[in-house]
């Protein structure tokens, strides 16, 4: 009589299939491990909040009425820095400002402008430059502009450690 008996299984290949097994979990493991560090470190930097700030270059540019809008963008990438950073905009919104702007900023461009003109130019720059030195990292950028047309004509743009702008000299 033949009895159905199942050979015992081998030792010997029972420990080779725990080490391909452990092999396998500790492969899958590292792979697993190496690709959500790569997510994390290549996310977008964490959004700073210069809300005091912006309430200071709020407090300067439109404490005679509303002739400007502070906006702010974050992650931004462009000749300014290597890295993504944040961008301060105050942007000129009043019309009649906005033209004194031009011509005056045109003739300081021009060397055709009046102390008076470079003074406005100068003090526009110096509140941006003053205030950039409040930023939380030396990539971060205050700028002022206005609206020629369709284009933004940019006035003054400052880090923390740096003008972007050349700020303009008074003659005497």
């Known amino acids: 009589m033949h009895k159905n008996y199942r050979e015992p299984i081998k030792i010997k290949y029972l420990v080779i299939a725990i080490i391909g097994v452990v092999i396998f979990a500790a492969v899958l493991s590292f792979f697993t491990l190496r690709t959500s560090n790569k997510s994390t470190s290549s996310q977008t930097k964490p959004k700073v909040e210069y809300t005091q700030l912006k309430k200071n270059l709020d407090q ?62 100068a003090s526009i720059q110096k509140i941006i ?13 205050i700028q002022f502009v206005y609206k020629d047309g369709k284009k933004y004509i940019l006035v003054a743009s400052s880090q923390k450690h740096r003008n972007l702008i050349k700020p303009v000299k008074v003659s005497n």
């Open 129 to 141: 430059s003053d205030e950039a030195k409040k930023l939380h990292n030396n990539d971060d950028v």
């Open 60 to 121: 300067k540019f439109n404490g005679n009425g509303k002739i400007a809008t502070i906006k702010q963008e974050d992650n931004i990438n462009d000749k300014n820095g290597k890295n993504p950073h944040t961008v301060i905009l105050v942007i000129l919104t009043d019309t009649q400002t906005q033209k004194y702007l031009k011509t005056t900023y045109e003739a300081v461009q021009n060397d055709k402008s009046s102390r008076d003109q470079q003074l406005y130019i």
